[in-house]
């Protein structure tokens, strides 16, 4: 059984950072498209960021794009979203998601097959 448990959420103020962690047990991580999503209160759940199995390509939602970097680390089973200069608008619960088996990047959160519980991200002005 796949597990994937985020950490590294909280409060924190605008213009500042937080880095999210995302740690994956129960199969080859290093066989997984990895993905972030995010979801605010009343809105739909939306792409962030995902990388590939070797993490040498990413892709970002353009909201995102220049302040978010997402990152992994096979050997620690481990993929991260450092969050920089953040913005109120950011506020949400984040998860992660992961597709064993695929061999390109994924925006689409219905193309993921595992995720984890989230961690919530907020942002004060």
């Known amino acids: 059984q796949v597990q994937l448990v985020e950490s590294g959420g909280g409060l924190v103020q605008a213009g500042g950072s937080l880095r999210l962690s995302c740690a994956a047990s129960?199969?080859?991580?290093?066989?997984?498209?990895m993905g972030w999503f995010r979801q605010a209160a009343g809105k739909e759940r939306e792409f962030v960021a995902t990388i590939s199995v070797t993490g040498r390509s990413t892709s970002y939602a353009d909201s995102v794009k220049g302040r978010f970097t997402i990152s992994r680390d096979n050997a620690k089973n481990t993929v991260y979203l450092q969050m920089n200069s953040l913005k109120p608008e950011d506020t949400a619960v984040y998860s992660c998601a992961a597709n064993f088996g695929a061999s390109w990047l994924l925006k689409d959160g219905r193309q993921y097959n595992y995720w984890g519980q989230g961690t919530q991200v907020t942002v004060s002005s």
């Open positions: 129960g199969r080859t991580f290093s066989s997984a498209v």
